[in-house]
């Protein structure tokens, strides 16, 4: 017969383990120039933080050097992080924001 047996041996499945993609957050800095209505403005339409949420990010960025404006799988937060640059750059201002690996 044409077949290939594998004879008793039993073949096991390899088990695959699924991974929840690592996440990055993303920080909002303070400069001296930036207004605190365009930092809420960028929370609200960036990172879709409702107006109380916004502004409590907003006076941590004020009083604390930054904020915190959540957590993301890279591609997100890399994206998140050049919005905030190209709205910032398109408004004159120098917001920055940045990633860093949790």
């Given at each position: 017969?044409g077949?290939?047996?594998?004879?008793?041996?039993v073949?096991e499945r390899?088990?695959q383990?699924?991974?929840?993609?690592?996440?990055y957050?993303?920080?909002l800095h303070?400069?001296?120039?930036?207004?605190?209505?365009f930092?809420v403005?960028?929370?609200?339409e960036?990172?879709l933080?409702n107006?109380?949420e916004?502004?409590r990010i907003?006076?941590?960025v004020h009083?604390?050097?930054?904020?915190?404006?959540?957590f993301?799988p890279?591609d997100?937060?890399?994206t998140?992080?050049?919005?905030?640059?190209?709205?910032?750059?398109d408004?004159?201002?120098p917001?920055?924001a940045?990633?860093?690996?949790?």
């Amino acid at each position: 017969d044409g077949q290939k047996q594998t004879g008793d041996q039993v073949r096991e499945r390899a088990s695959q383990k699924t991974q929840n993609p690592r996440l990055y957050k993303v920080v909002l800095h303070n400069d001296n120039y930036t207004t605190m209505e365009f930092v809420v403005q960028v929370l609200e339409e960036v990172f879709l933080k409702n107006p109380s949420e916004a502004f409590r990010i907003m006076m941590q960025v004020h009083t604390q050097g930054q904020g915190l404006c959540g957590f993301y799988p890279y591609d997100i937060a890399e994206t998140k992080v050049a919005t905030v640059h190209d709205m910032a750059r398109d408004r004159g201002f120098p917001l920055r924001a940045s990633l860093e690996e949790e």
